[in-house]
Each structure stands twice: as C-alpha cells, then as structure tokens.
C-alpha cells in the first residue's frame, strides 16, 4: 500500500485498485480505435481520474482525500445525456461487437462493473468517500452508452440478443 502498509494480495483495496489500472489499459486501446477527437479526450480524462483514484484506493483510509468530486460525476452524467440524446431508443437488449471500439467499450464496461464489485467490498473493512462508487458506477454506464455510440457513428447496426427460450 502507499506508505508502506503491507497486506494480503487478496485484500479488497489491492483487487481494488488492480482492478481499476486493469480498467485504465483498456481505455488506452478504447481510445485507440476511436475516431472521434472528442471522445478520445473525454477517455484521457477518464484516465487521469481513474490513476488518481488508483491512489486513493491504495492508501489507508484518512491519508489521502477522494480524487473524485461530485463535479466528476456530473461530467460523466453529461456526457451520458448527449450520447444519448444522439442514439435511437433501446427497444432491446444488445450484444457486443459489430465493430472493435464497440466491442472494447463493453470490455471497459464489464472491468468498471468488476472494479466496482471490488470498491463495494472496502466499507467492510474500511472507510472510503462514496464518491468513489458513485464514479465507478456511473463510469460504467457511459461505457455502455459509448459503446453504442461507437456502431452509431461507424453506421454498424446492433447486434439484437435474440432470446431462445421463445
């Protein structure tokens, strides 16, 4: 841990914070794939936030302040509110893939929902800034959104789940 505090590899705060630089490399090769400047600005962002939360996750509880401001949700909130001004209404449920950004932006997705399973599991044996679920939570959901914005923008239909129990 940051000062030096030894724990077990297992401990939440470590899942934690690997969890969240594991979510940090993948929207590296999500801002890759995607063509849109402003996007790719908004993730670099996402990035910087996400290392300094990073840091937080692996001090000690009342050593560092949460990185992440409620000013940070909402510009998450905001970005969300325009992707999904610009898309058509989810009339079902999707798949990923049609295109690679598509497919990287769910993989974002399903790391941000496993980093937050792994915050959800500090309270139990420390104290930390709900801010931090908050972002976490709402990042994921942008990752969703961006993933849909990704076909949206590249003209690549969705792919619909078809439920086989009909």
């Known amino acids: 841990m940051?000062?030096?505090?030894?724990?077990?590899k297992a401990s939440p705060r470590i899942e934690a914070y690997g969890t969240i630089d594991e979510l940090n490399a993948?929207?590296?090769c999500l801002s890759e794939e995607t063509g849109n400047e402003h996007d790719r600005l908004f993730l670099r962002q996402i990035?910087?936030?996400l290392f300094t939360l990073g840091g937080y996750l692996a001090s000690e509880a009342g050593t560092m302040a949460c990185?992440?401001?409620?000013?940070?949700?909402?510009?998450?909130e905001s970005e969300m509110d325009e992707m999904d001004a610009m898309l058509p209404s989810l009339k079902h449920f999707i798949l990923p893939?049609?295109?690679?950004s598509?497919?990287?932006?769910h993989v974002c997705r399903t790391v941000c929902r496993r980093a937050e399973r792994n915050i959800?599991?500090?309270p139990e044996i420390d104290k930390i800034d709900t801010?931090?679920?908050?972002?976490v939570n709402r990042l994921s959901d942008y990752f969703f959104l961006l993933s849909r914005k990704q076909s949206f923008l590249q003209n690549i239909k969705e792919i619909i789940w078809e439920n086989p129990c009909k």
Do not use: H, M, W
């Open 2 to 8: 940051v000062g030096g505090k030894r724990v077990s």
């Open 26 to 28: 993948f929207i590296a």
């Open 47 to 49: 990035q910087y936030n």
């Open 67 to 76: 990185p992440v401001s409620e000013e940070n949700i909402k510009e998450i």
């Open 97 to 100: 893939g049609g295109c690679k």
């Open 102 to 105: 598509n497919a990287l932006a």
């Open 120 to 122: 959800f599991k500090i």
């Open 131 to 135: 801010n931090t679920l908050q972002y």
